[in-house]
């Protein structure tokens, strides 16, 4: 079979049209931050999510380490359970602080992790015991109304 | 007597549209049983591949290009309200990547190319050409329609893909380089916010079922067209608001389903 | 000569919806003869051709074709059966979308494995029997009439078939044109060695070309013969059929109310 002028043009359709879904994966998309190599799974559970979401970053000093894979609800402690998947590079302390944090006042909440000082370090499939819940507006605005009230 | 002939109508029209709707149905299983041959002999399809994709790709890239700038002031003069002009690079890629891209390029790949299937498919079939293959013992579900059909729909995802690419270049262009919303919070915002399976893959999805019920509608009206120059006429144009009609629901659809919850 | 016979049309029946259409029709096709079927407009000429190929089914008979039960072959059987059968479509319904060269190959390249070269020489020597060698990178839209109708003929005869269907092989073609195909008709047949079954309204012509005539009107069978006990025929239809007269047993009137009735005059 030879070729023709209309295979070119339908290769250079097809690989354009492949080319503009790998620019949307990458370049639009996360795809890019996606494939950390080789990672591990973590928990924990918090009063109140606020707004996270699956998918959402966990940063530590500002560093995406990780992303959220899960979210339920334990009908044991009533708590809101995350499950976390952690790049293999980066180790914690038994001690770390799991915050939910905004990125500025309206942006996207993330996870951040604040290590402490133990030596022993966090295991695949551990719990992460010290959480801070994320801050939710509505309760701030209530206790900063009550403690006026209390105050005056 | 106008009351029963009225509902005899009605009636004639129901039972008429549940028949069209089984033989419709039929005939998309036909196309799929078909298949073989498409890809047996792949030129089939690259040949189709020219005359619906690369033909639509000048509309598809302009139309994108436009659709991008409009989105970028519109977004620009949206958000600056809320000081949140940075979010422009999301509000841009979002909005195409899950639904402008896949439904305007589906809508354009309707009119441009679903159109010209039919006509073509109902010209061969008022000339007697779908006939004379017939005789000639050759299959012209094989041979002419299946082959069209999957040319359209490797089509439509390569086009929106491509529409959606050149609409986030058009918010770049309006929003970056002409309105100076600043170049890095644009680019990082928007890899924020859009996720690679969420948002894209979801969004490929939908083009795939796009490209299948555009194509399906436009080789069915153009197959089943009567072989006179309104009959072919007609099914042009039903091919056209159909085909239009089936990508808004079904994109209504792939959305709840999608997007739901969050 | 009945053993001869290549098509043997039994007793069919045929009817649209409720509108019959053909009754009670009997037709021997023997070997290596071209024979004609006439009849007026919509008397069901293109409807008997459409059941030699197998796209409709007779309502009661049969068409057996080469020792084979049509409407007896499943879908497999059917094509093969198609695969030794030509048919020429009225206005040559060449594909528009390929080239004169791809229209003669194009049942080559669909049912053999024949090489490309040879497919080559094969539909440069059939448009050269139908005298077009020349036009084989031309589009059927490039073609005149009777040119796209000798470039059907040739895709039609592409497989060396061994029946050979014409549907209105004259329409619409100018006298030069039309002596031209009645000719090809004629000199492929025998070259072939096929049989042909011409269905026609041009009396004139096919009386020249063709071996034995049927006469349908109303779905039966009313005159047959060779064409020499045709133009002798005192039959008052053969008679106004061949002669092209306005009124006759075929009446120039459809059927309808009384004239005057109609206009509403007082007689």
């Known amino acids: 079979m030879e070729r023709t002028a209309l295979d070119l043009w339908v290769g250079l359709f097809v690989v354009a049209g492949l080319a503009a879904l790998v620019v949307l994966a990458l370049k639009v998309g996360n795809l890019s931050t996606y494939n950390m190599s080789e990672t591990y799974q973590l928990q924990a559970y918090f009063s109140n999510i606020g707004g996270l979401k699956p998918q959402a970053s966990i940063k530590s000093s500002g560093v995406l380490v990780g992303r959220v894979t899960g979210i339920t609800l334990d009908t044991e402690r009533y708590e809101a359970k995350v499950m976390m998947s952690i790049d293999q590079r980066y180790q914690f302390p038994k001690d770390t602080f799991a915050n939910i944090l905004t990125s500025g006042l309206l942006g996207e909440q993330y996870i951040g992790l604040v290590p402490g000082g133990e030596t022993e370090l966090l295991k695949a499939d551990e719990v992460i015991k010290k959480t801070q819940s994320a801050v939710v507006l509505e309760d701030l605005i209530g206790k900063f109304l009550y403690s006026k009230a209390d105050g005056s | 007597m106008p009351i029963t002939k009225g509902l005899r109508t009605i009636g004639s029209r129901a039972v008429n549209a549940v028949w069209r709707t089984g033989y419709a149905t039929r005939f998309f299983l036909m196309i799929l049983f078909y298949s073989g041959t498409s890809f047996r002999r792949f030129h089939l399809i690259v040949k189709e591949l020219f005359s619906s994709g690369v033909m639509s790709l000048i509309i598809i890239l302009v139309a994108g290009m436009f659709v991008g700038m409009v989105l970028g002031l519109q977004g620009y003069e949206t958000l600056k309200r809320y000081g949140s002009e940075s979010a422009l690079g999301s509000l841009v890629a979002l909005s195409l990547v899950r639904e402008l891209g896949p439904v305007l390029a589906a809508l354009l790949f309707a009119s441009r190319a679903g159109s010209a299937m039919t006509a073509e498919i109902g010209l061969m079939k008022a000339t007697e050409q779908i006939s004379a293959m017939e005789m000639m013992a050759v299959n012209p579900i094989a041979r002419v329609v299946a082959p069209r059909f999957w040319a359209g729909v490797i089509s439509v995802p390569l086009l929106a893909a491509l529409f959606s690419v050149m609409g986030v270049f058009g918010g770049y262009v309006v929003g970056v380089v002409l309105i100076g919303v600043d170049a890095g919070s644009f680019w990082s915002q928007m890899q924020d916010t859009v996720d690679f399976q969420h948002d894209i893959l979801n969004g490929v999805i939908k083009s795939v079922v796009f490209g299948v019920a555009v194509t399906a509608i436009a080789l069915f009206e153009g197959y089943d067209s009567p072989p006179t120059a309104e009959g072919v006429s007609g099914a042009t144009t039903r091919t056209v608001v159909q085909s239009s009609l089936a990508i808004l629901i079904l994109d209504f659809i792939l959305t709840a389903f999608m997007f739901q919850g969050d | ?267």
């Not at chain 3, 098509?7 to 009754?23: C, G, K, Q």
């Open chain 3, 1 to 267: 000569m009945s053993s001869q016979a290549l098509v043997e049309i039994h007793e069919v029946n045929f009817a649209y919806d409720s509108r019959p259409i053909l009754n009670g029709i009997n037709m021997t096709f023997p070997k290596g003869k071209v024979i004609a079927i006439m009849g007026g407009s919509g008397c069901g000429k293109t409807t008997l051709l459409r059941l030699i190929g197998g796209a409709l089914k007779p309502a009661h008979g049969y068409v057996q074709v080469d020792g084979q039960k049509i409407h007896e072959l499943d879908r497999q059987g059917l094509y093969r059966m198609r695969r030794k059968m030509g048919m020429l479509f009225q206005f040559g319904a060449l594909f528009t979308d390929m080239s004169v060269y791809d229209n003669v190959a194009f049942q080559m390249r669909e049912h053999t494995d024949l090489p490309e070269e040879l497919i080559h020489d094969l539909v440069l020597m059939k448009l050269h029997a139908v005298g077009l060698r020349g036009t084989h990178d031309l589009m059927p839209a490039e073609l005149s009439g009777g040119m796209a109708r000798r470039v059907a003929l040739a895709r039609t005869v592409a497989l060396d078939p061994m029946l050979i269907m014409y549907d209105e092989p004259f329409a619409g073609l100018d006298p030069i044109s039309l002596s031209v195909v009645g000719n090809l008709i004629r000199s492929l047949n025998d070259a072939l060695g096929a049989t042909s079954v011409v269905v026609t309204h041009d009396v004139q012509e096919s009386l020249k070309i063709v071996d034995y005539i049927y006469f349908i009107a109303d779905g039966v069978i009313v005159a047959e013969g060779t064409p020499d006990e045709i133009r002798a025929s005192d039959k008052p239809f053969v008679h106004q059929f061949v002669h092209g007269e306005m009124d006759g047993p075929v009446p120039f009137h459809y059927p309808a109310s009384n004239y005057s009735q109609d206009l509403n005059v007082q007689a």
